[in-house]
């Protein structure tokens, strides 16, 4: 299965990023160009699991378990905006993720992405940037300076990141063609 392990933004702070978002989509965004990220699959992915083999999950599980015994909560808030792989030519747009002890999110996705190693499992190898997909290009990437400048205010309140999730993701199977993500797994922080 296609999966991967990432953060959920509180819905206080998801509701802020709607109220952020919803006045930009509408002025600056050709909607034939972007598609915009649904608010109930925000989320900041630290490792991605292109295949994960279900007889494996198990194993991740209880490897998971004991990272997160180990590990403690972070505080985070979404700080300004990105663009992959830049703003001229952009396929996706991404909301900034601020953290007060820089590193920690780097770390994690590291560890998780080892000890998914370790069980088994096949793991992306790109570059961690911590972010939130905020919308993604229709066909060929689009120059997004002036969406990155109204998108760079955001700024919202802070949140504990308390819980981190094992999520499945099926491509095309939720509304519009979306995927539909179904989480598998809450690994609790203590």
Not at 86 to 103: F, S, Y
Not at 144 to 161: E, I, K, M, N, P
Request: hydrophobic residues 40%.
């Amino acid at each position: 299965m296609r999966a991967f392990i990432a953060l959920l933004p509180p819905a206080a702070i998801t509701e802020e990023l709607d109220g952020f978002l919803e006045p930009r989509q509408e002025a600056l965004a050709d909607r034939a160009q972007w598609r915009w990220t649904r608010s109930e699959q925000r989320h900041l992915t630290l490792a991605f699991l292109p295949e994960l083999e279900e007889w494996r999950e198990e194993e991740l599980i209880a490897a998971g378990e004991a990272w997160a015994e180990r590990s403690r909560p972070v505080q985070l808030a979404l700080r300004g905006a990105g663009a992959f792989p830049d703003p001229g030519e952009a396929r996706v747009l991404w909301a900034a993720v601020a953290e007060p002890d820089p590193g920690s999110l780097a770390s994690w996705a590291m560890a998780l992405r080892s000890l998914a190693s370790r069980s088994g499992v096949r793991v992306d190898g790109t570059r961690f940037t911590p972010h939130l997909t905020l919308a993604r290009s229709i066909g060929r990437p689009q120059a997004a300076g002036h969406l990155l400048q109204a998108l760079d205010t955001l700024h919202t309140s802070t949140w504990r990141a308390e819980e981190v999730c094992l999520i499945r993701s099926e491509l095309g199977q939720g509304p519009g063609g979306t995927p539909r993500y179904t989480v598998r797994h809450t690994w609790s922080l203590s």
